[in-house]
């Protein structure tokens, strides 16, 4: 396989000052993911996001000890060694993260109204208001977000559901995501959406002209991709699923009113069988 | 290796509701449609059903908030569940309806009681009001629980949305009439069994389609921790729904028939709740919700910018 040639692809972006307002997120090319973890790093010390005793353990997979986004992770770097029809062995890295939807799974189920949608269009768990009720869990199709359990050096933290802010705080201030600013190949960018968008398709173009085929853009269309669009887009050089990824994630929340409906058509049954119990029961 | 994802990983976070959920979802579905008994007994004249019903609705509410409470990652923070009416959110929806429920159904059971002491005219209408709220609310308490797992990414639940809500129901109207069933006397209890009966064969109907629309996900149901109490709950559901058209008469008889009926129907929802961790845990390198055909790529919905 070509190794990546000539200037780096992203040479002359600026950082983006972040006004609320806009409609920021991130964009990951793992074509130039070298797989440091540094945005893993950046992440922890900047969010101080605690270590669980349980995660200093070997996953035997690959270069990746950390295995999925949880509670304790807020970007996890998949690792994916493969070796291809030809024999090649290929390495694979993607910085993964919480997408950010536009209609969030994690934010329309949960019952405090802990998660929210931030004046940067990001989806924030506010800490104190979660109590844990633990149902956004398995609401989100990319499983992002868990609940932190029995951690020692936060303990005040344990019991709430726990994800990426998209450096809510950062932002606030003015500055971009530590994962971004940590990121030393620019395979993490931060920006308005719009403009990622138009630099992930330029990108592609890029890639296909050098002949790499296999790239493809996740998550980037503005039309409807199941989850209304997204506030995280990546160039991935392999089917999502080799990343852990969900081919075509849709929310399950779209079809909160057809549950509604059965669940209206099943009280409906239940009243016609008293009814008839109790007409019944007359004779 | 692609075929099993990334290192045979699975792609969804497993839910970690305890078992007291299970306990909770049986308890609301019992409270819901004893109350919905209850109501229309007495408005068919069978004081003793209307009585025993309501007294049993009680009973089984005041388990559930703490059931609730325990469940949470925060106990202290309960009341946040209701700091919110958020109807995108069932467990939202669920809080407030069990919420006024309670209300009501307390009021009815306070009306009830000073009628047993000494007759009260003038509150009597605002127990019946109660009774009636209670009643009505009662349907969406027993069914809610259901929309509530499916509204999730676990397969197994949310590719049973469209069943999931009868066999609440069913269950629910089945453990309600089995409990009225060996609380009342044989000459008031015929529509207690009838609904025993009934609630059993609309769950056990509503288990058979919801496996055969599951496909191969159905195998939650059958391996796994899943496996026993979707057994029981067949076998219990089933063999008290005949005892009590047997012979529901007589009193020995109806009370195993209720009891079996019962555990029948709490063996469903611990099914129900195991399946699903099962299923998240099983969903690897693959879809969890289905995209409709023609979903994808159409324009996105306006949407509302903050």
Same mark, same amino acid.
Request: with cysteine; proline share 7%; net charge neutral.
């Given at each position: 396989?070509?190794?990546?040639?000539?200037p780096?692809?992203?040479?002359?972006?600026?950082?983006?000052?972040p006004?609320?307002?806009?409609?920021?997120?991130?964009? $990951?090319?793992?074509?130039i993911?070298?797989?440091?973890?540094?945005? /893993?790093?950046?992440?922890?010390q900047?969010?101080d996001v605690?270590?669980d005793?349980?995660?200093?353990?070997?996953l035997?997979?690959?270069?990746?000890? $950390?295995g999925e986004l949880?509670a304790?992770?807020?970007?996890?770097?998949?690792?994916?060694?493969?070796?291809?029809?030809?024999? /090649?062995?290929?390495?694979?890295?993607n910085?993964?993260?919480?997408?950010?939807?536009?209609e969030?799974?994690?934010?329309?189920?949960?019952?405090?109204?802990?998660?929210?949608?931030?004046?940067f269009?990001t989806?924030?768990?506010?800490?104190?208001?979660?109590?844990?009720?633990?149902?956004?869990?398995p609401?989100?199709?990319?499983?992002?977000?868990?609940?932190?359990?029995g951690?020692?050096?936060?303990? /005040?933290?344990?019991?709430?559901?726990?994800?990426c $802010?998209?450096?809510?705080?950062?932002l606030?201030?003015?500055l971009?995501?530590?994962?971004?600013?940590?990121?030393?190949?620019?395979?993490?960018?931060f920006?308005?959406?719009?403009?990622?968008?138009?630099r992930?398709?330029?990108?592609l173009? $890029?890639?296909?002209a050098e002949?790499?085929?296999?790239?493809r853009l996740?998550l980037?269309?503005?039309?409807?991709?199941g989850?209304?669009?997204a506030?995280?887009?990546f160039?991935l050089m392999?089917?999502p699923?080799t990343?852990?990824?969900? /081919?075509?994630?849709?929310?399950?929340?779209?079809?909160?009113?057809?549950m509604?409906?059965?669940?209206?058509?099943?009280?409906?049954l239940?009243?016609a069988?008293?009814?008839?119990?109790?007409?019944?029961g007359?004779r | 290796?692609?075929?099993?994802?990334?290192?045979?990983?699975?792609?969804?976070?497993?839910?970690?509701w305890?078992?007291?959920?299970?306990?909770?979802?049986?308890?609301g579905?019992?409270?819901?449609?004893?109350?919905?008994?209850?109501?229309?007994?007495r408005?068919?004249?069978n004081?003793r059903?209307?009585?025993?019903?309501?007294?049993t609705?009680f009973?089984?509410?005041l388990?559930?908030?703490p059931?609730?409470?325990?469940?949470?990652?925060?106990p202290?923070?309960?009341?946040?569940?209701?700091?919110?009416?958020?109807?995108?959110?069932?467990?939202?929806?669920?809080?407030?309806v069990?919420?006024?429920?309670?209300g009501?159904?307390?009021?009815?059971?306070?009306?009830?009681v000073?009628?047993?002491?000494?007759?009260?005219?003038?509150?009597?209408?605002?127990?019946?009001?109660a009774?009636?709220?209670?009643?009505?609310l009662?349907?969406?308490?027993?069914t809610?629980?259901a929309?509530?797992?499916?509204?999730?990414?676990v397969?197994v639940?949310?590719e049973?949305r469209?069943?999931?809500?009868?066999?609440f129901?069913?269950?629910?109207?089945?453990?309600?009439?089995a409990?009225?069933s060996?609380?009342?006397?044989?000459e008031?209890?015929?529509?207690?069994r009838?609904?025993?009966?009934?609630g059993s064969?609309?769950?056990?109907?509503?288990?058979?389609?919801?496996?055969?629309?599951?496909?191969?996900?159905?195998?939650h149901?059958h391996?796994g921790?899943?496996?026993?109490?979707?057994?029981?709950?067949?076998?219990?559901?089933g063999?008290?729904?005949?005892?009590m058209?047997?012979?529901?008469?007589?009193?020995?008889?109806a009370?195993s028939?209720?009891?079996?009926?019962?555990?029948g129907?709490?063996?469903?929802?611990?099914?129900?709740?195991?399946?699903?961790?099962?299923?998240a845990?099983?969903?690897?390198?693959?879809?969890?919700v289905?995209?409709r055909?023609?979903?994808?790529?159409?324009?996105?919905?306006?949407?509302?910018?903050r």
């Amino acid at each position: 396989m070509a190794v990546i040639s000539g200037p780096p692809p992203y040479p002359g972006e600026q950082v983006v000052q972040p006004r609320p307002g806009d409609e920021l997120g991130f964009f $990951t090319d793992s074509s130039i993911c070298i797989g440091c973890k540094a945005c /893993e790093v950046a992440c922890k010390q900047w969010n101080d996001v605690p270590v669980d005793l349980t995660d200093i353990r070997f996953l035997n997979a690959s270069y990746d000890n $950390t295995g999925e986004l949880d509670a304790n992770h807020w970007r996890h770097v998949a690792f994916v060694e493969q070796r291809r029809a030809d024999g /090649e062995l290929v390495w694979l890295m993607n910085s993964d993260v919480c997408k950010h939807c536009k209609e969030a799974a994690c934010l329309d189920v949960c019952p405090t109204g802990a998660i929210f949608h931030t004046e940067f269009d990001t989806v924030v768990v506010q800490q104190d208001v979660c109590n844990g009720c633990g149902y956004c869990i398995p609401a989100c199709p990319f499983g992002v977000i868990s609940r932190r359990e029995g951690v020692v050096s936060r303990p /005040e933290t344990n019991g709430i559901a726990q994800k990426c $802010t998209l450096c809510y705080d950062r932002l606030s201030g003015g500055l971009e995501p530590a994962c971004a600013q940590a990121c030393p190949t620019k395979s993490i960018q931060f920006g308005p959406l719009p403009e990622l968008r138009a630099r992930a398709g330029r990108r592609l173009e $890029t890639l296909h002209a050098e002949g790499r085929r296999e790239a493809r853009l996740y998550l980037a269309d503005e039309s409807d991709n199941g989850l209304g669009g997204a506030g995280s887009l990546f160039l991935l050089m392999d089917e999502p699923k080799t990343y852990g990824l969900p /081919e075509h994630p849709v929310v399950p929340t779209r079809r909160l009113k057809e549950m509604w409906g059965a669940a209206a058509a099943a009280a409906g049954l239940v009243v016609a069988g008293v009814g008839l119990a109790l007409s019944a029961g007359r004779r | 290796m692609s075929q099993r994802g990334y290192y045979g990983r699975p792609v969804l976070k497993p839910p970690v509701w305890t078992p007291e959920v299970a306990i909770y979802f049986w308890l609301g579905g019992l409270a819901g449609i004893s109350a919905l008994l209850s109501f229309a007994a007495r408005l068919a004249g069978n004081q003793r059903l209307a009585r025993a019903s309501l007294f049993t609705s009680f009973a089984a509410l005041l388990g559930c908030p703490p059931l609730l409470i325990a469940d949470l990652g925060r106990p202290e923070r309960f009341y946040n569940m209701l700091r919110v009416l958020k109807p995108t959110s069932p467990m939202s929806v669920g809080s407030w309806v069990l919420t006024g429920f309670g209300g009501a159904l307390g009021g009815a059971v306070l009306g009830e009681v000073l009628e047993l002491l000494r007759p009260l005219g003038v509150l009597r209408p605002l127990g019946f009001l109660a009774h009636g709220v209670a009643a009505l609310l009662g349907l969406p308490l027993a069914t809610y629980t259901a929309v509530l797992v499916s509204d999730t990414s676990v397969p197994v639940w949310h590719e049973a949305r469209h069943q999931l809500p009868f066999v609440f129901a069913g269950s629910a109207a089945a453990s309600a009439g089995a409990a009225a069933s060996a609380l009342v006397p044989a000459e008031d209890s015929a529509p207690a069994r009838f609904l025993a009966v009934f609630g059993s064969l609309l769950e056990l109907a509503s288990v058979t389609l919801m496996e055969r629309s599951l496909g191969s996900e159905a195998r939650h149901y059958h391996e796994g921790s899943a496996a026993l109490p979707a057994q029981v709950a067949r076998l219990l559901t089933g063999t008290g729904a005949l005892l009590m058209v047997a012979g529901g008469r007589r009193r020995p008889i109806a009370v195993s028939a209720s009891a079996m009926i019962l555990a029948g129907s709490l063996a469903e929802r611990f099914a129900v709740l195991r399946a699903g961790p099962a299923s998240a845990r099983g969903a690897i390198g693959q879809d969890t919700v289905k995209a409709r055909p023609g979903e994808l790529g159409r324009p996105a919905r306006a949407r509302e910018t903050r």
